[in-house]
């Protein structure tokens, strides 16, 4: 369960079913989520909220993964977010695109989530899993 001063996650998927598997996960581990189904609605989310890190799908309706990557490193907030997408695009050259466009991370569906949240902490300095009390 999230705590009050828990790291920001913003998620971005158009599989509803993804989105809550990721927050059931993420929500677990302690991180304060939010979700979105589209890319604008990512970039508008982005810029009100300030995620710590956002985890986005390549492949949405209307503005994809890859243009709200850009438009968010072009807001050039400070501290920058870690981007992370999730993609079913799996080929090197895709992996290529990813990193031109701006994210730090490019994992391929499915994810494996431990992993994912591994990378997300070791950029914004948390444990990678819960510690029990």
């Given at each position: 369960m999230p705590t009050l001063n828990?790291?920001?996650l913003l998620i971005a998927d158009?599989?509803?079913n993804i989105l809550a598997a990721y927050v059931l996960f993420f929500d677990a581990q302690g991180y304060q989520t939010r979700t979105t189904g589209d890319g604008a609605h990512?970039?508008?989310?982005?810029?009100?909220?300030?995620?710590d890190?956002?985890?986005l799908d390549i492949q949405m309706p209307g503005?994809?993964?890859?243009?709200v990557a850009r438009e968010i490193r072009h807001l050039q907030f400070i501290p920058?977010?870690?981007?992370?997408?999730?993609t079913a695009l799996t080929s090197a050259a895709e992996h290529a695109e990813s990193l031109r466009a701006g994210f730090n991370h490019h994992f391929a569906k499915p994810a494996?989530?431990?992993?994912?949240l591994a990378a997300?902490?070791?950029h914004i300095g948390r444990p990678a899993a819960k510690e029990d009390p």
């Amino acid at each position: 369960m999230p705590t009050l001063n828990a790291a920001r996650l913003l998620i971005a998927d158009d599989d509803p079913n993804i989105l809550a598997a990721y927050v059931l996960f993420f929500d677990a581990q302690g991180y304060q989520t939010r979700t979105t189904g589209d890319g604008a609605h990512a970039v508008a989310e982005y810029s009100a909220w300030r995620p710590d890190a956002v985890v986005l799908d390549i492949q949405m309706p209307g503005m994809d993964g890859r243009a709200v990557a850009r438009e968010i490193r072009h807001l050039q907030f400070i501290p920058p977010p870690l981007l992370v997408a999730i993609t079913a695009l799996t080929s090197a050259a895709e992996h290529a695109e990813s990193l031109r466009a701006g994210f730090n991370h490019h994992f391929a569906k499915p994810a494996d989530l431990p992993v994912v949240l591994a990378a997300i902490a070791a950029h914004i300095g948390r444990p990678a899993a819960k510690e029990d009390p």
